[in-house]
């Protein structure tokens, strides 16, 4: 995979994570251990995210 497909398989990821997010929190009676494991996750893929773009520059 190219570094470039591969940043676009993170963003998706990332947006996959925030709607999973957001439905969670959209439900009276949401699980906060899973949506802390799903924003750790988010950020670690933004973190990634941001290593490869600034490596691609």
């Not at 973190?47 to 691609?56: A, G, I, T, V």
Request: hydrophobic share 30%; no cysteine; proline share 2%.
């Amino acid at each position: 995979m190219t570094t470039e497909g591969h940043i676009e398989a993170l963003e998706r990821r990332h947006r996959d994570l925030d709607r999973k997010i957001e439905d969670e929190l959209s439900h009276p009676s949401h699980d906060d251990l899973y949506i802390a494991a799903l924003k750790r996750k988010k950020l670690e893929i933004k973190d990634e995210l941001s290593k490869l773009q600034l490596s691609d520059a």
